[in-house]
């Protein structure tokens, strides 16, 4: 059975959520349907592509993923329809692939050329993707889908800066408890850090944590702590506390990492 995926800035009790399954499950029926999130903040593509990244590699080779974020269309940011690491990709050509994608795809392709561009409107992805979602299902040609082209949009995601002892790094999603997830990632601290001392500062100096926990219940509850997370990621919490809330943490904050000598 052909599994869809599903990330959107609706909300789950949309009438679209509804509306999208329809059109698959009419044409389609033997498919299943999975709904990563729909709680993107709206036209928040670095947000969805966080999400997506971290959780498309848990699914079988062969998923198609959709991607209703900011996917109104327009001549420069056509439907694609892209092939990566064994996936698929559905959505609107607004840089997210980009951010989503860590190595070169397989083939992108540009979906529904046959259809003028004048006839488009703001809710044509509801039938482009729909149908795309099916032909993919149905095993159809992909030489029948659309037209070839050779790149997508290219966002430079947000990476840390380095020097020696230092790792200035940022906030880059906010998860459902609340903890501040970093782009600092754990091979990029051990390396810069070579198991030395150190202490992590969150937005100042006045915010200091000098220990990686293992579990969040290794500090106290209402202290302030640094994990790796599932994705490998440097991520700053509060035992049982909402860190980005009581630190005013948000994506953009500033988490600094300084190395010391070792005595």
């Not at 909300?11 to 679209?16: G, L, T």
């Not at 439907?79 to 609107?92: C, E, M, Q």
């Not at 997370?229 to 988490?255: F, H, K, W, Y």
Request: charged share 20%; proline share 4%; aromatic share 12%.
């Amino acid at each position: 059975m052909p599994i869809v995926t599903l990330t959107t800035d609706w909300n789950s009790e949309d009438y679209f959520v509804g509306l999208f399954k329809g059109k698959i499950l009419s044409r389609c029926i033997d498919i299943n349907i999975v709904d990563i999130t729909h709680r993107v903040n709206a036209f928040n593509t670095s947000q969805a592509a966080f999400i997506i990244r971290n959780s498309y590699i848990h699914f079988p080779p062969g998923t198609i993923h959709v991607v209703f974020v900011n996917s109104e269309p327009s001549d420069k940011n056509p439907f694609l329809l892209v092939k990566a690491n064994r996936h698929f990709f559905i959505g609107t050509d607004n840089g997210i692939f980009d951010l989503i994608i860590n190595e070169e795809p397989e083939f992108i392709m540009k979906i529904n050329i046959n259809n003028d561009f004048t006839s488009y409107n703001s809710y044509s992805a509801f039938d482009v993707f729909s149908n795309t979602v099916c032909d993919l299902a149905e095993g159809k040609d992909l030489s029948l889908l659309g037209e070839p082209v050779k790149d997508y949009q290219r966002r430079t995601p947000i990476r840390p800066t380095i020097d020696e002892s230092v790792i200035t790094g940022r906030v880059i999603y906010i998860d459902s408890f609340m903890n501040a997830i970093t782009n600092i990632t754990r091979e990029l601290f051990e390396r810069v850090g070579m198991s030395r001392p150190f202490e992590i500062y969150v937005q100042s100096k006045h915010y200091r944590i000098t220990s990686i926990n293992r579990f969040y219940h290794e500090s106290p509850v209402g202290e302030l702590l640094a994990i790796f997370n599932s994705a490998g990621l440097l991520e700053i919490a509060i035992n049982s506390g909402n860190v980005a809330g009581l630190l005013n943490l948000d994506a953009n904050s500033t988490i600094r990492v300084e190395f010391k000598d070792k005595k």
